[in-house]
């Protein structure tokens, strides 16, 4: 390795980087084959297959639907819906996807907000008994002292 770190992409990125290669003007499935030399992850994986079944004279759609099933992932069920109908009805693909990643984005904002939401509780716990109680006595013990009451 040349110290490039790689990290695994989220889905949003891989559909950007997809529209970006249809938008340079290689076809849906060059598209794939050129994000999954370029990317690392459990997501290029998926679609590295999915470029070997369509070498190997499968139908596009077809690849993307099964690896849409097999991945079990909701996003990538509805990019793969949403390639579908752009090709029937000719739609430019690099918009659908582009919007695509826009709502995987908001789908992955909305799910850290819920997750943040039910750990702010949990921290509460630690703060309200642990820590108030000795910021109170730091405080008041000074006091109790000088006042010979403790």
């Known amino acids: 390795m040349t110290g490039v770190q790689t990290c695994a992409l989220p889905i949003s990125a891989v559909l950007d980087l997809v529209a970006f290669a249809i938008a340079a003007g290689d076809g849906m499935g060059a598209a794939i084959a050129r994000v999954t030399h370029a990317a690392h992850g459990p997501l290029p994986d998926v ?11 499968a139908h596009l759609s077809a690849a ?21 109908v752009a090709t029937q009805r000719g739609t430019p693909l690099a918009d659908v996807l582009r919007a695509q990643a826009g709502d995987a984005r908001a ?21 309200v008994f642990l820590i108030l109680p000795v ?3 730091v405080a008041v013990y000074p006091g109790l002292v000088a006042l010979r009451i403790w």
Request: aromatic fraction near 0%; glycine fraction near 8%.
């Open 135 to 137: 910021i109170v006595l």
């Open 47 to 57: 679609l590295r297959h999915v470029s070997l079944q369509v070498a190997a004279g």
């Open 64 to 84: 993307l639907a099964d690896a849409a099933r097999a991945s079990g992932s909701v996003a990538l069920g509805r990019a793969v819906h949403a390639i579908d």
């Open 107 to 127: 789908e992955h904002l909305r799910t850290m907000l819920e997750v943040a939401g039910r750990r702010e509780a949990a921290m509460m716990l630690p703060v």
